[in-house]
């Protein structure tokens, strides 16, 4: 074959390969509007319609929490522990080269169940199963798919998270920078597979990307408009004195996301020892239990968010810190007693919380260096959790101004490395 043949075949390769990826990311956006339509009208239901037309009691949180934990630990106990956690499903997908595409449907209630009864979570974990499993369905069953299913399925979560949280680059930084390439895809020694290289990744992923957004947006444009992400905070305008308590709040932000694993890991245990079905009964009889008092704690965190921002003023400084601890043990309590989701939403929640409480003490009611104090707390927590500073920054940008990037970025990188250094010291010691 000479040369020209050859780049002629490279080129249509690359058109197919262009073509797919937009393919994905169009799905990608319809399958999640459409879930978020149906996640709302369950929630409207079960939180708006039944406690106003037919029980308006105070304890009505406890029934509707401990009857939701019920539902879902029988559902769990026959249909299998979902949703998984994105890097379960990618450590699944690198060693099997699928994902179980024939449980779409019970991935999708899976993930639906919580996040309508109630439950501390994001809805982030249950979409990338679901588009990485129709990824792996198309890789069966579509011949020119086949050999790059692994690739696609990374492509669909990169566009589910980009989608989700309104931030086009976290999808990618989070995804494609943070699963290590196979060395065959990228050298395209094996059968059939196309090798690809950096720079064409990147704009496969932005094609998809692109297509998801404008997907989602023709959705909520000409039908019904869902929710999703937080809302954007007030601009920055900092005195200098204000940037002294930088290293304060990045230390608080930081022991935040500490505990935030440090919780995880102790419900871990908790959950195992528990028997499926008992399990997400207690979850939600404690969830319910506390949410009589502080409803705040049910749900991810985004619309409550809304709420923070204009009413922070009004709230006691160690109630908001209290409320910052305590929304992170809930959620560790609903992931590992199976009223399963994503954490992302929440723990942005419980740092905003932590900053506003933490800016009350210092600046009473001013909302320029409460948003600072956020902004870096937020950086700190997801800095240590995530260890991607460059994620961690683009995905604060949804709802923080430009001008704290300034802030965010050195913010989201020592807590990273921090993060880094404490897990390398757990290492050393275990072995």
Partial sequence: ?????????KTGNMVKLGFFC???????????????????????????????????????????????????????KKFGDYPEEMMVVFGKLKVTKTYPYRKILIILIAAFLPLIFGSSVGPEAGMVGVIVALCCWAGDNLKFAGSQSEYYSRVGAAVSLSVLFRSPLFGILDVAEGIEDDPEETSGQQEGRIPISRPMKMILYCIAIGAGFGTNWLLNHFLVKVSSGFPSF?????????????????????????????????FKKIGEKIPAVLSEVIAGLVLGVITCFLPVIRFSGEEQMGILISDFAKYAPLAMIGIA???????????????????????????????????LLFFPGDGSHATFAAAIVAAGTLGVSMKKPLAVSVLLLLCFPLKSLLWIIPAAALAAFAGKLITNKKRSVLR
């Fill in 325 to 359: 601890f305590l929304k992170i043990v809930v959620t560790n309590l609903c992931i590992r007693l199976g009223l399963k989701g994503g954490h992302f939403f929440p723990l942005i929640f419980s740092a905003v919380c932590l900053g506003y409480g933490l800016s």
């Fill in 234 to 266: 007030d601009s920055i305008s900092l005195r200098k004195e204000d940037c002294f308590l930088f290293l304060l709040y990045l230390i608080c932000g930081i022991l935040l996301g500490l505990f935030f694993e440090l919780s995880e890991k102790l």
């Fill in 1 to 9: 074959m000479n040369q020209t043949s050859k780049n002629f075949n």
């Fill in 22 to 76: 937009a393919l994905i990311g169009a799905v990608s956006g319809m399958v999640f509007w459409l879930f978020l339509f149906i996640v709302n009208k369950g929630t409207w239901l079960i939180w708006d319609l039944v406690p106003d037309k037919i029980l308006n009691v105070f304890w009505y949180p406890v029934l509707a929490c401990t009857v939701g934990g019920l539902v879902i630990g029988l559902f769990r």
